[in-house]
């Protein structure tokens, strides 16, 4: 939601602002408040600039972008546990970079993507359906544990994701 956007004209100023700007599809990351550790993209056509404590994630050319979103994603409970601070939870952006994870190939990411992306379509097709009949259905409950995806016997090693970026703004 846009609404609330607060405009400046980048022409006003003698300062590059370019290290600054949120192109459409870049991925960012909540470092403060009560968002932190949430990640998302621009999904807009428009180029916004970043606020204080949200991160842009800009991954190196080895690592998927929405590879990077979903393994984040599943890492939220774990940024807000290392998050510091006592009212309110902040990130920076070495705890970011600190995080590791086994990076696999970059076509092995994609397929990766291709069946989650795949899969949460599916769950957004039955929610909709469930929706249209206006179905009531038990609450059924969440696993508490990640779904382990088949694994080859080789594994990629560990690499914290300082490793795998181009940068962090």
Known sequence: ??????????????????????KPDDLLIAMSG??????????????????????????KPTLDKVFLYYLLSTKVQENLSISKGAAQPNLSSEQIKNISFSLPPLAEQQRIVAKLDAAFAEI???????????VV??????PKA??????????????GIDEALDGLE
């Open 1 to 22: 939601d846009t609404r609330k956007t607060v405009y400046f004209d980048a022409k006003d100023y003698d300062t590059d602002f370019s290290r600054y700007e949120v």
């Open 34 to 59: 009560a968002t932190t550790g949430k990640i998302g993209f621009n999904k807009t056509d428009t180029t916004y600039y970043l606020n204080q404590r949200v991160g842009n994630l800009k991954p």
């Open 124 to 134: 957004d097709r039955a929610v909709e359906t469930v929706e249209t009949k206006k």
């Open 137 to 142: 259905t038990p609450k059924v409950a969440t």
């Open 146 to 159: 990640t779904p382990k995806v088949a694994q080859k016997k080789t594994v990629a090693p560990k690499k």
